[in-house]
Structure formats: C-alpha cells, structure tokens
C-alpha cells in the first residue's frame, strides 16, 4: 500500500521538486488503487457511545460531513496510517489537528502517521471551505466517528485472529492487545483482516474517555508542516513547477468593471523572453469570482513578463465606477446612516424611548476599505490539456475553484482536477478563485501550462477588500442614566453584490456579526442595516463584519462609561446584565437571523459565557492597577464565530505620539479545545492582525482606483509595532461543551481595546481607522 500510494502520490513530487513536502491525493481515489490492505468501513448512522453528537452547521454545509474512514484513512503492510486532509491550511493547523483527532482516537503512534492533501472534491470529501473558523468545530466529532470505526475494526480482527471475543482485546499505541494470552499485532498485520469484516454500525462504536487521550487536548504534538516551513521545503501556490511551462503576469484594469479601451503589444513583445501577450475578457457585477480581465503577458520567466508589461501601452475605459472616492462615500455612508434603514432587529420601542430619553449619547464610528494582503500573493499554475484541466494552487475552497473553473472553461467537473498547496496567508482572499480562473483561460489560449503570478501591487491594487462601513449608535438614558435605548445603524456595501444584483443591503451573514446579536440587557433595541452600495469587489476578511460592530459597540460603551464617570470594565459588565442565554425571539432578531451556520439551540449566544471571559481578561491583565504616566489598560469584548472573546491591552504612548503595546492579556471560551497550542498560536496571530488592521489598514480610492500599492505606503504591523507578549487565557471545558471558531474571533475585539487603551493613556479617542498618525497629531 506504501508503494502505491507513493505512486499515485508521484506526479505531485515529481512537479514540485525539489520541493516535495506537501503531497497530494492522486485523483483517481486515495483508495481507488489500493491492494486490499486498507480499512474499508461503510459508516452508518447512529448513537455515539462514550459521548453523545450533536448537531453542527456541517451537517447542512453544501456537501455536507464525510465521515467515512474509507475515504480518509488507510492503513501500509509496515504500519504506516496515512491521513488525508481534506481543508486548506493557511497558518491555522487544521492540517495537522483533524487529522491528530483521527489518530488518536483510533490509538495510532503518531510518530507512525503521515497526512496527504486531498484535491478539490467535495462530493468524497464532504465540504472543503476552509473558512469562517469551521474546521475544527464541524470536523471534531466526524474525525472521532472515523478514529473509532477504525479501531474497533481492527480489534474485531485481532480477536478474530485469536479466537477470542473481541471484548478481551484492547488497541493500545498501534498495537491490539491480549493481555491475558500475552498476545499482539501491528495495525500493519492487521489491515487487510479487518477491511474484510463488516461494517460496524455507530452504536457499536466505544469513543474514548477524555482521560485516555494521548494527543487530544495536549498542545505537545507539533504542526505537520513545522519543519518544511522553517526549512524552505514547504510548497506554496507559486512553488510548483511544469515542464515546458510559460510565466504570465496580467496588467488588469484600475477601476473595478473598467475594461481595456485598446492596447499596443509592440514594446512588450520586444522584451527579451516574452512570448505572447492576449486579452482576457472583464466581467461586470455581480460577476462572482470572474477575472477582472485585462491583457495577459506570457513568457518564459516572471521577469520576463513582468517586464513585458511594463512596455505595454494601454487605454483603459473606466466604466461605472471610474468616480468612486473614499472621501466622498464616506459623506455618502454618513448620510445613509444618519437615516433610517432596514429593521434587523426590533425589541422594545427604541424610537419612543429615544424620544422620551433624558438624555441621548450618539457616536458615529467609521473602518475603510482594507486588502487581505497576505506575505504570499495569489498565484496558480493551470495545464488544459486534451480536454482536461489540472490545477495547482493556494486555494480556500479547492471544489468551488473546480466548479467555476470547470464554467469558465466550459468543462464538466470531473474534468478538471484542482490540487492544493499550502497557503502563504490567505484571510478570506483566496477562497476567491479569479487567479486560477486566469490561469486556466491563458494555458487553454497558448497550449502550454501557464503559472500566473500576482505582485504585491496587483494584490493590493485588485484585492476582494472588506467593507467599509459606518457605524451610528445612539444610546438612550433615563433620569438616572440608566441606558434604556439603543440604536444602530450600519451602512456598509454588501459582498453579496458579488453573487446577485446590488440590493444596497447586507446579508443576513454580515447583519448576525455584531450587529443584531449585540449582548446588552437593554429594553429596547433597534438595529438597522442602511442603504450602501458597492463601487468596488467586496469580499470577506478575516473576521469579516464583526471588525467595525466590535470597534463601534465596545468603543461607544467605554465612551459612555468615561461621560458617566464609570470603570470602564464594571459598566461593560452591567451593560451585559446577568448572565443569560439570550431568547433571540424575545430579542426581536428577525427569523432569518444567522448565527455563523450553526443551530441556536446548540450554540446560543451565553453572557455568561462573555462575562467570564471579561472578568478573566481584566484579572490577568491587573485592571485597575496604577501604571506610568503615558500607560494604560483598555478592553474589550465580543462574540463571533460562537466563540466569547475578551481583551485587554496595555498601551505606553510616548509625548511624540509613538506606540507600543507591552502586554495584552486575551480570555477565550471556545468550548472544549483539543489543540491548545493552535489556540494560543491564532490568539497570537489575530493579535497581530489587528494591529496591522488598527494602525495601517485602509486603502483610498481616486478616480475608482486604489492609490496604494505596496508596503511602503500600504503598511503592515512589523516587528517592532507587535504587542511585546500576549498571554492566552483559555476558559477549559470537558469535551461535552462543543468546541467552536477559534481562527478569526481574537480579531474584532483587539481593536476596540488598543483603542480604549489610547484613550485611557492620552485622551485622545480613536473614532476613525486606521489610527494611523492620529495620534502624533
């Protein structure tokens, strides 16, 4: 078995040498050659037995949960467990922790697993979007159903073997074990006896007990591709390499929907090593992931082309939104929301209670317009050829690439093989498949594979950017300045002007993150989504709406408890109320209310759970100790991706205006946690991410184009810019309480608490993003 997967597994090594580290799932079937010495179960549905499934969003995902071990696991003569992964890892370890749940459930050495990468197909795989931080919350209980149907498999074979009844054997470390007759096989010696055995239904099925677990919830095992990262064997999007393969950069148009007027190739083509240059058509909206077009430069090197297309002269045509501004949409959200908008949620009376308030405390918070920018730009290498189609890339949703791939070039699916490296960074941009696309229409064009490589400017310049918004709440208070109304309008353009005509109003997806689900014991509540539509790509970002609900709703609330005389934690406490798991009808939330894909019932929105982490933040953090001039504590809290989050940030701001943050204490409740260190690794990392998002991100828009272009004046937090140590809190659970988001909910309240911080340090109050040079003015 060894071998043949070695084979199938071939043409990947051999296409990326010398680097070979990420291996892939040949096409034809991770089992589909085996030679009968693998695990072969047909999973049937039942009742669990040492805990108790329950229903998540992956059920009702397109294409659902496989939880087939015959589909993801597969067992060598020698021993060896090989695992497919089936999601993209982009820095989260989703690579390395299902599968880890797999092993260990099933008692392998994990010494002894190997992990290959499965291509794009979701109709084996179950779905494959690595995004919205589903990975580990949809897949933890399907990969302990495959672990344990593996190993009762494999003891139902060794009792059989010894004549004995399969409850007197045990597996135990790679082993099946009979103590008493002192007797033990290898799972090697084992697999092809125990694929011949029948399916064991699921309530036959014993899990393991917390205690029992070697790897589940320890942190010590190390992340799969650790070493071919830090060694510069790992295979990126741009890594992989064919024979006779040509290079192609693409000048695209400035203006989103703008399209090429004419163009002169004469100059490019006299560039040394440029082949051809073609047109790529453009798209309008909604267009989806469609190229945005332009003209292709083809050749046999990178630099060759890039060089060809700064020779080429072209006359672009702006189209619609060759007037977009960022200052003047800003004036433009404003407006929209100072007025009213669509009801998201009601409950109460909010206008009669503004109305009738003594007193109302209005802000108006704003977030521009910001590219995912990760270190590695999108690049993929596509090869049509007699019909079909191969494609490698850095790609969130490996089956949604196969698909509009598929449509682009007017193939069937199964016509077309979307194979998956590793993700140099991806934050929600390359689960848009539009470089991949371009890559296939070229080599179809010229014949030959065709790698196309995006710049730092092209990625900057034609990202899918996250929403820019205006954030307008206004609260009401009585007589004694109790709040009794609260009031927020969100003007912000819709990504789903991707997928249909422009509406001018958010998705349900976008409204559920911090916006109709704010947590506050307050009688009455409106939420409204105002008018604003898009003028440029909007797409998703990590973390996606919940950033700019975050900033405005926890920076309002210290706002308030500054103008009231109040401690700024206390008075985020008594704003909660008591801890509470929210009726969100009673809450007024409309029925379409979504609650990141997963049911209420099973994952409701608990202040208690938020409370807690608030109180553990602000303990660990020392709140309400005495610190230097220039130095102080903010915080913040917030809810998303299901996962309660709260932070506190210490800030020291020097009289020149320069920042540094020395510490930030983070508390996560994020369920029951079974790789702790993947947890702190993505705390440390959202940390990170904010700070890039808070002091430097934002884009400007002229003439319907992006002015920035590269880290020179698109900056990202550095070294010196990172918070000098953030410490994790994770709030423990026992396996019972169901383990949630954990990669993009450290986000959203990062920003709200440096900027809380600022204002405690320096009385100056962020209201506007990026910070920027706010505060040396």
């Not at 990468?117 to 209980?141: C, F, M, V, W």
Request: glycine share 10%; hydrophobic share 40%.
């Amino acid at each position: 078995m060894l071998k043949e997967i070695e084979r199938l597994n071939a043409p990947a090594r051999e296409l990326s040498a010398p680097r070979t580290a990420l291996q892939n799932v040949s096409r034809r079937g991770f089992l589909g050659g085996a030679t009968g010495l693998v695990v072969a179960l047909q999973f049937l549905p039942g009742e669990a037995g040492a805990y108790q499934p329950y229903p998540h969003g992956g059920q009702s995902m397109p294409h659902g949960v496989v939880n087939d071990p015959h589909v993801f696991v597969a067992i060598d003569p020698d021993g060896t467990v090989t695992l497919v992964a089936h999601r993209s890892e982009m820095g989260t370890g989703s690579r390395t922790t299902i599968p880890m749940i797999m092993a260990d459930e099933m008692e392998a050495d994990w010494n002894r697993v190997r992990i290959v990468q499965a291509p794009g197909d979701e109709p084996k795989y179950g779905n494959q979007d690595t995004d919205g931080s589903r990975s580990l919350r949809h897949h933890i209980q399907p990969a302990r159903d495959i672990g344990a149907a593996v190993r009762l498999m494999l003891e139902q074979a060794a009792a059989k073997e010894w004549g004995v009844d399969p409850s007197e054997v045990e597996a135990v470390n790679h082993q099946v074990v009979h103590k008493a007759l002192g007797r033990r096989l290898g799972y090697g010696e084992l697999a092809k006896a125990a694929m011949d055995l029948p399916t064991p239904p699921r309530e036959s099925l014993a899990y393991k007990d917390e205690r029992s677990f070697r790897y589940i919830g320890k942190g010590t095992v190390q992340i799969t591709d650790l070493h071919d990262i830090t060694t510069g064997a790992a295979v990126y999007g741009a890594d992989v390499s064919l024979p006779g393969m040509k290079y192609a950069v693409i000048a695209r148009p400035p203006v989103v929907n703008g399209r090429v007027k004419s163009f002169d190739s004469k100059a490019a083509m006299a560039v040394n090593g440029v082949e051809r240059v073609e047109e790529i058509a453009g798209s309008t909206m909604p267009a989806k992931f469609a190229p945005l077009g332009g003209v292709a430069v083809i050749a046999s090197s990178t630099w060759a082309a890039l060089k060809g297309r700064e020779a080429l002269k072209i006359e672009w045509e702006a189209g619609p939104n060759g007037s977009y501004d960022t200052a003047a949409y800003r004036k433009a959200l404003s407006a929209s929301a100072a007025a009213s908008g669509k009801v998201v949620r009601d409950q109460g009376d909010a206008d009669g209670a503004l109305k009738s308030a003594a007193r109302v405390f209005t802000r108006e918070y704003y977030q521009p317009h910001m590219p995912h920018a990760p270190m590695e730009p999108p690049a993929a290498l596509a090869s049509v050829k007699d019909g079909k189609c191969e494609v490698w890339a850095c790609v969130q949703s490996p089956y949604g690439t196969r698909v509009d791939v598929a449509s682009a070039l007017g193939m069937k699916e199964e016509d077309v093989t979307v194979n998956v490296t590793l993700l140099g960074g991806g934050f929600g941009r390359k689960s848009k498949c539009d470089f991949v696309i371009e890559a296939a229409l070229l080599s179809r064009a010229v014949g030959a594979p065709v790698r196309v490589q995006w710049t730092r400017e092209d990625d900057i310049r034609h990202s899918f950017y996250h929403t820019t918004s205006v954030e307008r709440i206004e609260i009401g208070l009585d007589g004694d300045n109790r709040p009794v109304a609260w009031r927020h309008r969100s003007a912000a353009p819709s990504f789903l002007a991707l997928f249909a005509p422009d509406s001018g109003h958010m998705h349900p997806i976008e409204v559920g993150m911090g916006l109709a689900d704010m947590p506050y014991d307050i009688p009455n509540v409106r939420c409204e989504d105002c008018e604003a539509k898009a003028h440029t790509r909007v797409g998703w970002y990590r973390s996606v709406s919940n950033i700019p609900r975050a900033f405005a709703v926890q920076s309002v609330t210290a706002e308030l408890a500054h103008e009231l005389g109040r401690d700024q934690k206390d008075f985020l406490l008594e704003m909660i109320g008591p801890g509470r798991v929210i009726d969100r009808f009673a809450a007024g939330v409309l029925p379409d209310f979504w609650n990141y894909g997963e049911p209420y019932e099973e994952f409701p929105n608990d202040t208690a759970r938020l409370r807690n982490v608030i109180e553990l933040a602000a303990r660990k953090a020392g709140w309400g100790k005495s610190l230097p001039e220039g130095e102080a504590l903010g915080i913040a809290a917030h809810r998303s991706f299901v996962t309660y989050v709260a932070t506190a940030v210490r800030v020291k701001v020097e009289k020149d205006g320069t920042l540094r943050v020395p510490e930030t204490h983070v508390a996560i409740d994020c369920g029951y946690v079974a790789n702790p260190e993947r947890v702190r690794s993505q705390v440390q990392g959202a940390c990170v991410f904010g700070m890039s998002a808070a002091m430097h991100g934002g884009v400007t828009f002229e003439n319907g184009a992006v002015v920035e272009s590269n880290f020179h004046d698109y900056r990202m937090a550095r070294a010196n810019d990172f918070p000098l140590a953030v410490q994790t809190h994770i709030v423990e659970h026992p396996f019972e309480v169901h383990a949630t988001g954990v990669g993009e909910p450290g986000v959203p309240p990062f920003l709200p608490a440096l900027t809380n911080a600022i204002f405690n340090a320096t009385g100056k109050r962020i209201r506007d993003l990026p910070i920027g040079g706010q505060l040396k003015a």
